[in-house]
Protein backbone atom coordinates (compact mmCIF):
# COMPACT_ATOMS: atom_id res chain seq x y z
CA UNK A 1 0.00 0.00 0.00
CA UNK A 2 2.80 2.31 0.97
CA UNK A 3 4.65 1.87 -1.92
CA UNK A 4 1.35 2.66 -4.58
CA UNK A 5 1.36 5.73 -2.78
CA UNK A 6 4.60 6.06 -3.33
CA UNK A 7 4.10 5.41 -6.60
CA UNK A 8 1.27 8.01 -7.24
CA UNK A 9 3.59 10.71 -5.80
CA UNK A 10 6.08 10.26 -8.40
CA UNK A 11 3.82 11.84 -10.83
CA UNK A 12 3.02 14.97 -8.82
CA UNK A 13 6.75 15.37 -8.27
CA UNK A 14 8.22 15.07 -11.80
CA UNK A 15 9.31 18.36 -13.03
CA UNK A 16 8.50 20.23 -16.21
CA UNK A 17 11.75 19.29 -17.74
CA UNK A 18 10.88 15.76 -17.29
CA UNK A 19 7.10 15.72 -18.44
CA UNK A 20 8.71 16.90 -21.79
CA UNK A 21 11.48 14.50 -22.01
CA UNK A 22 8.19 12.46 -21.84
CA UNK A 23 5.90 13.27 -24.03
CA UNK A 24 8.48 14.26 -26.47
CA UNK A 25 10.08 10.63 -26.77
CA UNK A 26 5.84 9.28 -26.54
CA UNK A 27 5.47 11.78 -29.92
CA UNK A 28 8.41 10.84 -31.50
CA UNK A 29 7.09 6.96 -31.42
CA UNK A 30 4.07 7.63 -32.17
CA UNK A 31 5.07 9.42 -35.29
CA UNK A 32 7.80 7.57 -36.53
CA UNK A 33 5.17 4.31 -35.89
CA UNK A 34 2.54 6.19 -37.79
CA UNK A 35 5.15 7.20 -41.07
CA UNK A 36 5.97 3.61 -40.97
CA UNK A 37 2.67 2.50 -40.84
CA UNK A 38 1.23 4.97 -43.46
CA UNK A 39 3.93 4.19 -46.05
CA UNK A 40 4.18 0.43 -45.20
CA UNK A 41 7.92 1.11 -44.14
CA UNK A 42 9.23 -2.38 -42.53
CA UNK A 43 12.14 0.11 -41.57
CA UNK A 44 9.75 2.68 -39.74
CA UNK A 45 7.74 0.34 -38.10
CA UNK A 46 10.66 -1.81 -36.53
CA UNK A 47 12.61 1.76 -35.67
CA UNK A 48 9.21 2.63 -33.83
CA UNK A 49 9.38 -0.53 -31.93
CA UNK A 50 13.08 -0.31 -31.17
CA UNK A 51 12.45 3.17 -29.67
CA UNK A 52 9.15 1.50 -27.60
CA UNK A 53 11.42 -0.84 -26.48
CA UNK A 54 10.57 -3.20 -23.74
CA UNK A 55 6.61 -2.63 -24.12
CA UNK A 56 6.69 -3.30 -27.40
CA UNK A 57 7.95 -7.16 -26.57
CA UNK A 58 4.11 -7.18 -25.67
CA UNK A 59 2.93 -4.66 -28.24
CA UNK A 60 3.71 -6.35 -31.54
CA UNK A 61 2.62 -9.66 -30.93
CA UNK A 62 -0.81 -8.25 -29.43
CA UNK A 63 -0.78 -6.47 -33.00
CA UNK A 64 -0.70 -9.16 -34.67
CA UNK A 65 -3.31 -10.70 -33.27
CA UNK A 66 -5.49 -8.20 -33.64
CA UNK A 67 -4.57 -8.42 -37.12
CA UNK A 68 -5.21 -12.16 -37.48
CA UNK A 69 -8.59 -11.99 -35.51
CA UNK A 70 -9.73 -8.94 -38.20
CA UNK A 71 -8.82 -11.29 -40.86
CA UNK A 72 -10.98 -13.80 -40.15
CA UNK A 73 -14.25 -11.25 -40.60
CA UNK A 74 -15.49 -12.05 -44.39
CA UNK A 75 -14.27 -10.59 -47.17
CA UNK A 76 -11.40 -8.63 -44.93
CA UNK A 77 -8.40 -10.11 -46.27
CA UNK A 78 -8.66 -12.16 -49.01
CA UNK A 79 -6.21 -14.97 -50.19
CA UNK A 80 -5.91 -14.06 -53.67
CA UNK A 81 -5.94 -11.48 -56.19
CA UNK A 82 -6.42 -10.40 -60.20
CA UNK A 83 -7.02 -7.37 -61.84
CA UNK A 84 -7.17 -6.94 -65.79
CA UNK A 85 -7.28 -3.36 -67.75
CA UNK A 86 -8.14 -2.22 -70.50
CA UNK A 87 -7.65 1.32 -73.24
CA UNK A 88 -8.81 2.54 -75.96
CA UNK A 89 -7.14 2.57 -79.19
CA UNK A 90 -5.83 6.14 -77.97
CA UNK A 91 -4.55 4.97 -74.66
CA UNK A 92 -6.48 7.88 -73.03
CA UNK A 93 -9.94 5.95 -71.55
CA UNK A 94 -8.76 3.47 -69.74
CA UNK A 95 -10.85 1.33 -67.11
CA UNK A 96 -9.40 -1.34 -64.24
CA UNK A 97 -11.00 -3.45 -62.71
CA UNK A 98 -9.49 -6.03 -59.85
CA UNK A 99 -10.73 -8.60 -57.40
CA UNK A 100 -9.57 -9.90 -54.19
CA UNK A 101 -7.88 -6.75 -52.69
CA UNK A 102 -8.03 -5.66 -48.80
CA UNK A 103 -10.74 -3.95 -47.42
CA UNK A 104 -10.33 -0.64 -47.17
CA UNK A 105 -11.58 -0.89 -43.81
CA UNK A 106 -9.72 -3.13 -42.81
CA UNK A 107 -6.39 -1.86 -44.32
CA UNK A 108 -7.12 1.34 -42.29
CA UNK A 109 -7.91 -0.06 -39.01
CA UNK A 110 -4.76 -2.53 -39.11
CA UNK A 111 -3.05 0.42 -38.96
CA UNK A 112 -4.20 2.18 -36.45
CA UNK A 113 -4.35 -0.29 -34.32
CA UNK A 114 -0.42 -1.09 -35.15
CA UNK A 115 0.31 2.90 -34.49
CA UNK A 116 -2.19 2.81 -31.11
CA UNK A 117 0.03 -0.53 -30.55
CA UNK A 118 3.07 1.30 -30.42
CA UNK A 119 2.36 4.76 -28.87
CA UNK A 120 0.54 2.83 -25.83
CA UNK A 121 3.56 0.99 -25.67
CA UNK A 122 5.79 4.11 -25.36
CA UNK A 123 3.53 5.69 -22.77
CA UNK A 124 3.86 2.07 -20.60
CA UNK A 125 7.35 2.41 -20.38
CA UNK A 126 6.89 6.47 -19.29
CA UNK A 127 4.53 4.56 -16.89
CA UNK A 128 7.50 2.07 -15.50
CA UNK A 129 10.06 4.57 -15.72
CA UNK A 130 7.77 6.90 -12.96
CA UNK A 131 7.18 3.85 -10.98
CA UNK A 132 10.63 2.54 -10.31
CA UNK A 133 11.97 5.80 -9.80
CA UNK A 134 9.47 6.57 -7.19
CA UNK A 135 10.18 3.22 -5.24
CA UNK A 136 13.39 4.13 -5.92
CA UNK A 137 13.41 7.43 -4.24
CA UNK A 138 11.12 5.90 -1.42
CA UNK A 139 13.77 3.64 -0.45
CA UNK A 140 16.30 6.28 -0.62
CA UNK A 141 14.13 8.26 1.97
CA UNK A 142 13.78 5.40 4.42
CA UNK A 143 17.36 4.41 5.00
CA UNK A 144 18.50 5.37 8.34
Known sequence: MIRMAQARG????????QELVA???????????????????T?????????????SVIALPSYYVAYGLL?????????ESSGSGACNTDGVDCQWSSTGDLAGWFHVTTEVI????LTCAAVLNVLAICIVTALARGRESTKP
Open 10 to 17: AFRSRSTA
Open 23 to 41: AGYVLTVAVVATVGFVTES
Open 71 to 79: ALIPGANPS
Open 43 to 55: AGILLAALLSLPA
Open 114 to 117: GILA
